[in-house]
């Protein structure tokens, strides 16, 4: 506790039984090292976790994004580097598969139920009835 601070003052549920405070931090980003410590460029790590940052140029506006892609078999500094280049390489040479969320209901929906209306025998025509309502 502070000079000042007393234990009626002191907001509950802040401080432990040792003085230090129980606040919970938040789950952050935080650079890379290198084993020099020295940040590696692009590197970040987020509860135990790798991600590379990169740009990416959407394709349907062109608009360039930046976007942060979880690493997933990276488990230390030198895999994370490695799969890092892995990235940057598959970018430069234009196959970097799409990065970005989920589309929105409709806009799947319609590609759905085009897909399953052209093919044969796939679904039941009371099954595409229902889809199509619920649409």
Same mark, same amino acid.
């Given at each position: 506790?502070?000079?000042?601070? !007393?234990?009626?003052?002191?907001?509950?549920?802040?401080?432990?039984?040792?003085? %230090? @405070?129980? +606040?919970?931090?938040?789950? *952050?980003?935080?650079?890379?090292?290198?084993?020099?410590?020295?940040?590696?460029?692009?590197?970040?790590?987020?509860?135990?976790?790798?991600?590379?940052?990169? !740009?990416?140029?959407?394709?349907? !506006?062109?608009?360039? *994004?930046?976007?942060?892609?979880?690493?997933? *078999?990276? !488990? @230390?500094?030198? +895999?994370?580097?490695? +799969?890092? +280049?892995?990235?940057?390489?598959?970018? %430069?040479?234009?196959?970097?598969?799409?990065?970005?969320?989920?589309? *929105?209901?409709?806009?799947?929906?319609?590609?759905?139920?085009?897909?399953?209306?052209?093919?044969?025998?796939?679904?039941?025509? @009371?099954?595409?009835?229902?889809?199509?309502?619920?649409?």
């Amino acid at each position: 506790m502070k000079g000042i601070a !007393t234990e009626n003052n002191v907001p509950a549920g802040t401080q432990g039984q040792n003085g %230090r @405070s129980r +606040q919970h931090r938040e789950h *952050k980003y935080h650079r890379v090292v290198d084993e020099r410590k020295r940040p590696i460029r692009g590197l970040w790590v987020r509860n135990n976790r790798y991600y590379a940052q990169l !740009t990416i140029e959407d394709a349907e !506006t062109g608009h360039k *994004k930046v976007r942060r892609v979880p690493l997933e *078999k990276a !488990t @230390s500094p030198a +895999q994370a580097r490695d +799969q890092l +280049q892995d990235l940057l390489v598959t970018r %430069r040479k234009g196959k970097l598969p799409i990065l970005k969320r989920t589309p *929105k209901f409709l806009e799947f929906a319609d590609g759905y139920l085009a897909h399953y209306k052209q093919a044969k025998d796939a679904k039941k025509a @009371s099954t595409l009835e229902t889809e199509e309502i619920c649409h």
